[in-house]
């Protein structure tokens, strides 16, 4: 027999089992709030990196123009290059049929 502290009587095994049960419940709500908020965290922070890279684009297409005259890292690889050549071609495209 157990005893919460010595001016408690002696718990039974079946008031032990409880709190031993009630204490997993409160282990496991608080892992399935700390699952969810990380999960809620890492919703938003794809969402903010979504929303960088589609500003990120917007300057990169309104700079096509400007190609030879981009800072050093503003494009970060192959892939916005060649975008920014599309985008620089489409305008020479444009430029030369108007």
């Avoid at 496991?28 to 589609?54: F, T």
């Amino acid at each position: 027999m157990h005893r919460l502290n010595p001016s408690q009587p002696f718990l039974t095994p079946a008031q032990v089992e409880r709190l031993v049960e009630a204490k997993r419940a409160m282990f496991e709500d608080a892992k399935r709030e700390q699952e969810a908020s990380e999960a809620r965290q890492r919703e938003r922070e794809a969402r903010e990196l979504s929303i960088v890279e589609s500003e990120r684009r917007k300057l990169l297409r309104e700079a096509a123009d400007l190609l030879d005259y981009l800072p050093k890292g503003v494009l970060r690889n192959r892939e916005d290059l060649d975008y920014v050549l599309s985008l620089a071609q489409e305008l020479k495209t444009k430029g030369s049929c108007a």
